[in-house]
């Protein structure tokens, strides 16, 4: 079977783990505050804060910015739940407002009509290791005085308009294992200079609110890593840029070589001057036209050894939970769409160029 999804880990990783554990400082320590030097160099930023993991990014920076029961937050429905939890933990309210059909990106115009007087922040997603619109709603939360939290945890290295994600709004990685890069769990949240009393919010509320040795000044929170995920972390981001670039090849390829009516691949080639896409995922849509159901090609394409999945099968305002929250009167009809016919094929820097030209030629060669 080729695997979906598959970290990239070799005797680098090993030996840093053991030096680690040699060491004898396991816990948060040089090595975390080397790693955060490291990625807030590589993301262009003033400030890196690493975390437990990419939830806990997300959920650290709506605290830091003090937002309140009842406050108001836009996102995009088509996401993993994280994105949208992390607004719940708060006591406020998820606004989800529908997003473009052909990046599955938040759409900044539907964002324009969600804003209210409680609106406070916008969490746009860079989905599938694809920027989304950042110019446009910068410019929308200027306009209106709202917080931009990019969510970041798909997107290591993608960059906009030069301008690597995570440095334009409050930025909010994880590192999970099947991530562009991973410390096995993980995040980081990254924040420009301008806004480094935030950043020592969240410095603060990561560890117990303590300012100095058993002296609490907040109440605070166990969030820290682990110098055991730093160190793989820091011989990680020295690959990104390895790993990014055969993922972007491997996507490439699909792109040249898939040729079967009715299968949309994610390319995005009037569009590269503007973004540089990292493919976290290689997102396919199935339109009416393709031979088979979805749910029939994906029992296909396993019986041929080919992993796939679905990201994600339902918007978030769907999932039973969030219906019982009140979202049951909820409409994003492109989201609702992209839903029922995305489909997620292997991309990630572990396939070999047989493994592609098979999974094509499986493809191609579609038994209906």
């Known amino acids: 079977m080729i695997p979906i999804a598959k970290p990239v880990i070799g ?11 040699k060491s004898g400082m396991l816990a948060q320590g040089e090595v975390v505050e ?3 030097k490291d990625y807030a160099e590589y993301i262009g930023v003033e400030n890196a804060i690493a975390v437990s993991n990419g939830t806990i990014a997300l959920d650290l920076a709506l605290k830091a910015l003090d937002i309140k029961p009842d406050d108001e937050i836009i996102t995009t429905p088509f996401s993993f739940i994280a994105t949208a939890n992390s607004v719940l933990f708060q006591g406020a309210k998820p606004v989800f407002a529908d997003v473009d059909d052909r990046t599955f990106n938040i759409n900044p115009n539907e964002v324009l009509e969600k804003i209210t007087d409680r609106t406070r922040a916008v969490i746009g997603v860079h989905l599938f290791g694809h920027p989304f619109e950042v110019k446009a709603i910068e410019e929308i939360c200027k306009e ?4 931009l939290i990019e969510d970041c945890a798909q997107a290591h290295g993608a960059e906009y308009e030069s301008k690597r994600v995570g440095s334009f709004g409050i930025g909010c990685f994880s590192f999970y294992p099947t991530k562009n890069m991973t410390t096995g769990e993980g995040g980081i949240i990254t924040i420009t200079g301008g806004n480094s009393g935030i950043a020592g919010i969240c410095r603060l509320l990561r560890n117990h609110g303590e300012s100095e040795k058993y002296l609490h000044t907040v109440l605070g929170y166990n969030y820290r890593m682990t110098n055991i995920q730093a160190a793989i972390g820091r011989v990680q981001l020295r690959n990104l840029a390895e790993f990014n670039e055969k993922r972007r090849k491997n996507a ?3 792109n040249r070589h898939l040729k079967i009516e009715g299968l949309v691949t994610p390319s995005y080639k009037d569009n590269e001057e503007k973004i540089k896409h990292v493919y976290h995922q290689y997102v396919i849509r199935i339109e009416e036209d393709f031979p088979v159901s979805r749910d029939a090609f994906m029992e296909y394409l396993k019986d041929k050894g080919v992993g796939c999945a679905v990201h994600y099968p339902m918007p978030i305002y769907r999932q039973p939970f969030y219906q019982r929250l009140g979202h049951r ?3 994003c009809p492109i989201a609702e769409e992209l839903a029922k016919r995305v489909l997620s094929l292997p991309v990630h820097p572990a396939l070999k160029e047989k493994d592609l030209k098979y999974i094509v030629d499986v493809i191609n060669n579609l038994e209906v």
């Open 34 to 36: 080397r790693f955060e």
């Open 11 to 21: 005797d680098d990783e090993i030996q840093a783990v053991a030096e680690v554990l």
């Open 252 to 254: 490439g390829y699909l």
């Open 144 to 147: 209106h005085n709202l917080f």
């Open 329 to 331: 009167d909820q409409e």
